[in-house]
């Protein structure tokens, strides 16, 4: 019997468990920050196969945390977008009609990497949270002008994960949207 309660225990403890959490960004906290609108009619398109893709990545106490990182931050690309932009549209594809019809100047296709990490043998949530966002930004010819290049990086500690448990998450995606809207405004003379 106490064999039996010994191997029960080590499969509990041994079982991951797959937190579902958001790596979207609080988008109150997207601001525009440097005082600089382009005058020009633009589209981001993701692609249906990244738009449905999801993440698992590692947590702490050997659990993994899963999420949709296209899905979650389209609000926020769409809000970077829009506070440095005139006009801003979705497209369903490169060749989408909506180019034309709206004298769509420049399309920007993001792609997304993460990266989680936790230290602790106890609690789930992540330590350490790495976003990489690259964008790539064509005119309406399809041409590419530019990548963008962004890397946000959060850290928690134990006092800031048990208030916010994705506080890592959120600060790592806020940084690296942030920087892309930063990149944006400095690469404007390209936007031509």
């Known amino acids: 019997m106490i064999k039996l309660l010994l191997a029960l225990f080590t499969l509990l403890f041994l079982t991951a468990c797959v937190h579902d959490i958001s790596v979207s960004?609080?988008?109150s906290k997207i601001k525009k920050i440097r005082p600089v609108t382009i005058h020009s009619t633009v589209a981001y398109y993701i692609p249906p196969e990244r738009y449905l893709l999801s993440v698992t990545t590692p947590g702490?106490?050997?659990?993994d945390l899963r999420y949709a990182p296209y899905k979650e931050t389209e609000s926020s690309l769409k809000k970077v977008l829009d506070n440095v932009f005139t006009e801003?549209?979705?497209?369903?594809?490169?060749?989408?009609?909506?180019?034309?019809?709206?004298?769509?100047?420049?399309?920007?296709?993001?792609t997304i990497e993460t990266m989680s990490f936790s230290n602790s043998n106890v609690d789930w949530q992540p330590t350490k949270f790495n976003m990489i966002l690259k964008v790539h930004v064509l005119n309406a010819e399809k041409k590419e002008l530019f990548t963008t290049y962004?890397?946000?990086k959060g850290i928690a500690n134990f006092g800031r994960y048990?208030?916010?448990?994705?506080?890592?998450v959120e600060i790592a995606s806020r940084s690296a949207f942030l920087q892309f809207q930063d990149e944006i405004i400095t690469k404007r003379a390209q936007l031509k």
């Open 25 to 27: 960004p609080e988008l």
């Open 60 to 63: 702490g106490n050997n659990d």
């Open 88 to 110: 801003v549209h979705k497209i369903a594809a490169l060749d989408d009609p909506k180019i034309k019809e709206d004298s769509i100047q420049f399309i920007f296709i993001p």
């Open 150 to 152: 962004a890397e946000g």
């Open 162 to 168: 048990q208030k916010n448990p994705t506080y890592a």
